[in-house]
């Protein structure tokens, strides 16, 4: 009964609050304590008592009322940082005011009047109800009182972490206590691991909600371009000012890492006990995301974010290898099958992780060597190359699939990922592809091909990345499957299609991308790879036609008839024409987001120019970057000026029928085309080829197989091209796309209590499917 009457309490002075329409005083202590003295409500019921609409109307109505609110809340706060809150009813309180200022913070922030509310110094707002706003730290703004105030209290003894206490009478003291001493998990940096507790892992989600609340003002400004726009909450709170920053950094990081939502193995845990552990995790991680915004793509602005800092510093092996395989465990965590179904507990922040450790490789290139140093690599590729597939034709989840596009973009930059790929593929993960005995390059390019010739439409800006990831690791693969051979060769057939090639003007790029590897592949891994040469052979009519391409208007005019007449002519892929096989065991068709799902709004991604920067790997191994136009002997991908590309749309548009003549730079690229190596293979092997198979009466490809497996092109293919890696590189486009990614992320993840919902947020929109 007690909790009801609260409830009611609390709404009455809900009430109350909305329809005064005199100022109340700050000092009515009577009035303010109703809202978090005497009640015992949750976050669900505080979202609940206290609605949009009587926010709103405070706001606008009442507005001093509404700042004298917030700044209450604050000082209650910062008064039991200081006192160490030791007793039940300060912890109460502690907990009522994070779930109130949660509530109410969105629409401040909502309001661009509001917005600089948190960074004035209030008058009156002393500490303990006293005038004192002389001295220095009385005068600080309202926002830094409030994190400095969470930041201690997220070190809190016998509140938030377990005390060290020698015995009943020895309080500790919160201005002198050393907070490294009270990091939350072992891990990096720290060997003990302090007992579980849950009440203290709920008090820390509480605060790390209001936290993130607090950093959320990114939310309600538009997208820019301009990166010099720092997030004022972000940047104060992982700055010097906060003394706690490394051991919350430590803290967040090992929280995350060493959670294993598993347990003990014992089947249905999940359904027998709540773990308060998973809720913490999932704040800690999105807390860490966005507070490891770096800002100008790679340039930083402003101070020093401590925790970029200290994510670029860590450096000791067992560091990595704690990391690595955390984020490696969480990660294949939902594609765990077990012979009992629904037995182990589904981690949900998988995007969370994604971004973390695009965040950890990006910042300390020493942690992606190490990822790439053994095949711990393969532990992240296998689950992200799940969660591509699963997620290509649901409209709802184009995020996922960009970031898990952008690590393998990352990752693809170095040698060593290239060879990591080699090593046979095992592990049989549930997915709707077809089966194929290989490697786990095998397994990228059969996923890839999924992606572009069953995924939705609005993937189609994504195939460049894909081909230069493919074409990045080219050089170094040793043996293709037949599988995976022709699924690529089935990519080119379909892509130098002319009314694909000549219905927009970048559409020739995929082309380049994939005569570039069969170059690479051709030149530095024959010997391997008679799955991929014999396929090459099977298909050389698709080579010859590109050799002969009709470039007149005629030709281009009827190639681009037929597209109007072809009843599947959203990708340029016919689906049929490759011969599914069946799919793994186990597995399920990815389908498309339920009516009704939301999702937020991104911006677009650069061009594939602008996302990397070419190298070239000399003969020891080392890279030297090129400029941007290519290296002489290398195929020329991206060689289409801008004018060109003016040039092709106004070419196409005439012979669409729209004017006389075709400009004759139409395919300015047609000269480029890199074929000289593929056409000289087919030159020598087609007759040998042909013969054996007239001599012996052959129709059986494993003999052939094995004819090619043991021929060399010794010195008969052209010079060998230097290798040409496209490593990926951060820009100012990209910094803004991760922003709005990250933040819709956060807003989709945070519905109970749902936050942001409903508030006018400016970063990205929001639709329903």
Known sequence: MGNSD??????????????????????????????????????????????????RAVREESPSNLATLCYKAVEKLVQAAESGCSSEKEKQIVLNCSRMLTRILPYIFEDQDWRGFFW????????????????????????????????????????????????????????????????????????????LNYIHDLNRTELLRLLLTC????????????????????????????????????????????????????????????????????QAVQILIVSLEHEGGGACVGPDNLFVNYLSRIHREEDYDFVLKGLARLLVNPLMQTYLPNSTKK?????????LFWKLCDFNKKFLFFVLKSSDVLDILVPILFYLNDA???????????????ILLLLSGERNFGVRLNKPYSVHVPMDIPVFTGTHADLLIVVFHKIITSGHQRLQPLFDCLLTIVVNVSPYLKSISMVAANKLLHLLEA???????????????????????????????????????????????????????????????KALQRKKKSPDAITGISRTSSQETVSMEGSRPAVPAEPGTLKTSLVAIPAIDKLTEKSQVSEDGTMVTTEQSSAAGASDTESVSGRDNEVIRLGV????????????????????????????????????????????????????????????????????HPILIRKYQANAGTAMWFRTYMWGVVYLRNVDPPIWYDTDVRLFEIQKM
């Open 392 to 406: 290509r034709a649901d409209q709802s989840r184009v995020g996922l699939m960009h970031i898990g596009v952008f």
């Open 347 to 355: 981690i949900q922040f998988h995007q969370e992780l994604l971004v």
């Open 653 to 720: 548009r005439v012979a669409e029928g729209l004017g006389p003549f075709l400009l004759p730079q139409v395919l300015s690229w047609k000269c480029k085309l890199p074929l000289q190596t593929i056409m000289r293979l087919l030159q020598v092997l087609v007759p040998q080829v042909e013969k054996i198979c007239i001599d012996k009466g052959l129709t059986d490809e494993s003999e052939i197989l094995k004819f090619l497996q043991h021929g060399t092109l010794v010195g008969l293919l052209p010079v060998p």
């Open 120 to 195: 004035s110094t209030v008058p009156g707002a002393g500490r303990a109800g006293t005038d004192e706003m002389d001295d220095d730290e009385g005068a600080r703004p309202l926002a830094e009182s409030l994190l400095l105030a969470i930041a201690d209290l997220l070190f809190c003894p016998d509140f938030t972490v377990h005390s060290h206490r020698r015995g009943p009478d020895a309080a500790e003291d919160m201005q002198t206590i050393d907070s490294c001493e009270y990091i939350w998990e072992a891990g990096v940096g720290f060997a003990q691991s302090p007992p």
């Open 495 to 557: 892509f130098s299609t002319h009314w694909f090639l000549f219905s927009a003007s970048q559409n020739h790029h995929l082309v380049f991308f994939l005569l570039e590897a069969f170059n690479n592949i051709i030149q530095y891994q024959f010997d391997g790879n008679c799955n991929l040469v014999y396929a090459i052979i099977r298909k050389r009519n698709v080579f010859h036609q590109l050799a002969n391409l009709q470039s007149d208007p005629v030709s281009i005019q």
């Open 215 to 282: 950093f959320s003002e990114a939310m309600y400004l538009p997208p820019t371009s301009d990166n010099n726009i720092l997030n004022p909450w972000v940047t104060f709170f992982c700055s010097t000012e906060n003394r706690h920053a490394l051991p919350l950094f430590t803290s967040l990081v090992n929280v995350v890492c060493a959670y294993d939502p598993v347990g003990y193995g014992i089947p249905y845990n999940h359904l027998l006990f709540s773990d308060y552990r998973e809720q913490l995790v999932e």
């Open 6 to 55: 609260s409830k009611l309490n609390f709404r009455k002075a809900v009430i109350q609050l909305t329809t005064k329409t005199q100022p109340v005083e700050a000092t009515d202590d009577a009035f303010w304590d109703q809202f978090w003295a005497d009640t015992a409500t949750t976050v669900q019921d505080v979202f609940a008592l206290v609605p949009a609409a009587e926010i």
